[in-house]
């Protein structure tokens, strides 16, 4: 079948959006009608950690300096962290999509998302994807993250630069505690080339921030290396404030 007659049958037949079941003009790139394609909406809370943003029913739960426990107990190897959304509804899927089923196009929507997330005025040298172990890559054929952060850097006129490496093939981190997530991550990234970081502030990108245990890791190694300022931007993160469902209970465990 030739794209000129799948366009016709296109338009003939609308598709019908993947999240929402409405009907999806022909024209459109992707299988989703513009109410789901808007922007999602940002964390709304009473209050936020300065450092993590982890977003708070009520500021007493910070300290003086406005950091949570994680991060006043240092036990967060970033500097900071930004989120385009809460990990949740069409978010949700989007990013299923995004990870499972290779949606052409769908990268640049994303994209659109994750730098929505990211504070204005924020100066870095290198954007750096986290990283997966070659083995996985080569059973999924591409790292989500990686084709996030190349499409990023590329928008916010950044450098890209992939120096970490997942050197450990780690059992998957789903139904581990905290304190098994960290065992598990334990000397499991490395950087290559440290030169590459040295001195340098990085923004490093991943999907989905749920307890951050791969991001710690991850910036702990850059930090090794030399890097100066580490900085996470993911699509979406958890919200602990939920206190309902499996990822509810993955961001309570880090406490453990």
Sequence with gaps: MTQAVADALALLAPAECRLCGVRVAGSSPLPFCPTCSAPPPPILAEAYCVQCQAPFVSPSALNDEGKCRLCRANLNSFDALYAAASYEGRMRQFIHEFKYHDMPGLDSLLVKFLAQGLPPGLEFDLVVPVPMHWWKHYLRTYNPASRLARKLARRLGLAYASPLRKVKNTAPQAQLNGRQRRRNLKDAFAVRRPARVAGKKILLVDDVFTTGTTVN???????????????????ARTDRRSRSGPEAALAVSQFA
């Excluded at 890791?217 to 699509?235: D, F, N, S």
């Design 217 to 235: 890791a991850c910036a702990r190694a850059l930090k090794q290396a030399g890097a100066q300022y580490v900085a996470v931007l993911a699509l």
